[in-house]
């Protein structure tokens, strides 16, 4: 197995000092609202109220649709013309209808007040409404705010909004004991895998932010140890660290390789022995790199390409080249938080386009010239690239999928092979 120890990733070169393509131009990016797809899956007792327009609850229920597998936690409340004409006092409608959700539904012990463009653009002040909210349904139910309109964020920006709404609730940690919050919302049962192989180590308590119960925020303070689950939560990450938290700068466990670096970093700050290291993480390693095998012989020297979508771009990248032996022909992402990725970054080839933003029509003009064998794009431009023979994979669906950890290596790599198949299908 390479050495993926700190020290390896800092002495590597890879894309680390790489001339970034900034592009500011026309974009084709989902809005932060989509991430109420899996976080009203993951907080159980939480109700995300979008305070936004007919398009946000079709949005929803569209991307719901297909995703939804659990009774609705989460609402739009519609703003009609009368609010956006400022006829009518929004702030008195939105306390009607929060009132009548709480009285039939006592189950919601969180309730976020999500923003969107529309509540945007006629300034309806959601942090005020959440404080007046809060007063009222205290203690029963807390009442946050956050926005994930379209205008202020992209896709995955919405998750970020909603953690970093979180940080000021966690309580003050009165211990100094060391302690690992894990931040970013992962599949129950990939959280399950991972305290499983963290209390294995020897590495705790660990506590995992968003938790499943509102009532169970971890607490913090500068004893913790803070790993990042997924790579888009600039602005959670900086207000864990404002509370005292330590950054532990990892790749992210995609893959074999990522997985171990991952643990490997949560498992030196805890000082457990590369002995006890290996022995611990050595099954699940050696499944993960059997399940990758036969992926590994359909990708290697294939090519790939990636608009910018969720953020996980230069993580996605790193595995396929690192693990599956493709080659990366550009990897764009919304933002490059370089503190947030520069472990992936390190590990790209070096000479692969790292671009940030999006111009699409000449984001276009580079895939049509470039015809890599795999395109990872939204859904707004799968279909027209896979009409000019291209073949494409939905960026949503690596979100939606879980795709962290060992067992989870296999069925990453298959959403990557599976299109490729299908292709070679059509052609035959
Ligand atoms: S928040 Fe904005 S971008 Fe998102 S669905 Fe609503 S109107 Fe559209």
């Known amino acids: 197995m390479n050495d993926l120890s700190p020290m390896a990733l800092g002495t590597a070169a890879g894309c680390v000092d790489a001339p970034v393509l900034r592009e500011r131009g026309q974009r084709e990016v989902f809005c932060g609202l989509t991430g109420i797809m899996w976080l009203h899956r993951k907080i159980q007792d939480a109700f995300f109220l979008i305070v936004g327009s007919r398009t946000c609850a079709h949005l929803m229920q569209s991307a719901a649709g297909v995703m939804i597998f659990a009774e609705p936690r989460f609402a739009t409340a519609i703003m009609e013309e009368k609010d956006l004409a400022g006829m009518v006092d929004a702030h008195d409608e939105l306390d009607a209808t929060v009132e009548r959700l709480l009285a039939r539904r006592p189950d919601i012990k969180m309730l976020f007040l999500v923003g969107s463009c529309p509540s945007e653009v006629i300034k309806l002040d959601l942090s005020r409404a959440a404080e007046r909210l809060s007063k009222v349904y205290h203690p029963d139910v807390r009442v946050l705010n956050y926005s994930g309109s379209g205008i202020e964020t992209t896709f995955t920006q919405g998750e970020d909004a909603c953690l970093a709404s979180l940080v000021p609730e966690l309580p003050e940690l009165d211990t100094d004991e060391p302690n690992l919050l894990?931040?970013?919302?992962?599949?129950d049962v990939v959280e399950d895998q991972f305290a499983r192989l963290l209390d294995e180590l020897g590495v705790g308590p660990v506590r995992f932010l968003p938790p499943r119960r509102s009532g169970d925020l971890p607490a913090i303070g500068p004893s913790t140890k803070l790993l990042l689950a997924q790579p888009f939560l600039s602005d959670t990450m900086q207000a864990l660290t404002?509370?005292?938290?330590?950054?532990?700068?990892?790749?992210?466990?995609?893959?074999?390789?990522?997985?171990?670096?991952?643990?490997?970093?949560?498992?030196?700050?805890?000082?457990?022995?590369?002995?006890?290291?290996?022995?611990?993480?050595?099954?699940?390693?050696?499944?993960?790199?059997?399940?990758?095998?036969?992926?590994?012989?359909?990708?290697?020297?294939?090519?790939?390409?990636?608009?910018?979508?969720?953020?996980?771009?230069?993580?996605?990248?790193?595995?396929?080249?690192?693990?599956?032996?493709?080659d990366i022909i550009e990897v764009g992402t919304p933002y490059l938080h370089k503190v947030m990725v520069n472990e992936e970054l390190a590990l790209l080839p070096t000479g692969t386009t790292i671009s940030e933003g999006q111009d699409v029509d000449l984001?276009?003009?580079?895939?049509?010239?470039?015809?890599?064998?795999?395109?990872?794009?939204?859904?707004?431009?799968?279909?027209?690239l896979e009409a000019e023979g291209l073949t494409t994979k939905w960026a949503i669906e690596l979100v939606f999928t879980p795709i962290q950890g060992y067992d989870q290596a296999g069925d990453l790599a298959a959403l990557f092979t599976r299109p490729m198949n299908r292709q070679t299908r059509l052609k035959v």
């Open 242 to 326: 404002k509370r005292g938290a330590q950054l532990l700068s990892a790749p992210y466990p995609l893959g074999a390789e990522g997985t171990t670096a991952w643990l490997k970093v949560a498992a030196d700050a805890f000082g457990v022995t590369d002995e006890h290291f290996d022995a611990v993480t050595k099954p699940g390693r050696d499944r993960a790199t059997k399940a990758l095998a036969p992926h590994r012989e359909k990708l290697e020297g294939k090519s790939a390409f990636f608009f910018p979508d969720s953020q996980m771009e230069p993580s996605l990248a790193r595995m396929l080249h690192q693990e599956c032996g493709m």
């Open 182 to 187: 894990i931040a970013g919302t992962l599949a």
């Open 363 to 384: 984001q276009l003009d580079r895939v049509m010239a470039a015809r890599p064998d795999i395109t990872v794009c939204g859904l707004g431009l799968a279909n027209p």
